[in-house]
């Protein structure tokens, strides 16, 4: 019954912006980390950013964290990525994923369903 549902995925021309957002629901108590991971075709699935639910964050590479930016507005359960300065190898299915505790406190890892973004030469 838990959740998480992104928007905010297109297509943009290098160099231009996009804001990824991923909002929980469902019956939960308390959620823990969130983070950003992007997968493209033929590649793994892999770490593009984290925060922890007091706001500490961590990227994947100095690339990324000069470019990206990951936030979170925990009482709207929702976690941000901003994306600046997009290039064509940034293009990937980015998927949500957040580790929550459920209203009877069980401990579980979540994704979404993953948002298409598509950088253009």
């Known amino acids: 019954q838990v959740q998480l549902v992104e928007s905010g995925g297109g297509l943009v021309q290098a160099g231009g912006s996009l804001r990824l957002s991923c909002a929980a629901s469902g019956p939960f108590s308390s959620i823990n980390d969130m983070g950003w991971y992007r997968q493209a075709p033929g590649e793994q699935r892999d770490l593009v950013a984290r925060?922890?639910?007091?706001?500490?964050?961590?990227y994947r590479d100095s690339a990324v964290k000069g470019r990206f930016t990951i936030s979170r507005d925990n009482a709207k359960n929702t976690v941000y990525l901003q994306m600046n300065s997009l290039k064509p190898e940034d293009t990937a299915v980015y998927y949500c994923n957040a580790l929550i505790r459920s209203a009877w406190h069980a401990l579980s890892e979540y994704w979404g369903q993953g948002t298409q973004v598509t950088v253009s030469s």
């Open positions: 925060i922890t639910s007091g706001g500490i964050t961590n």
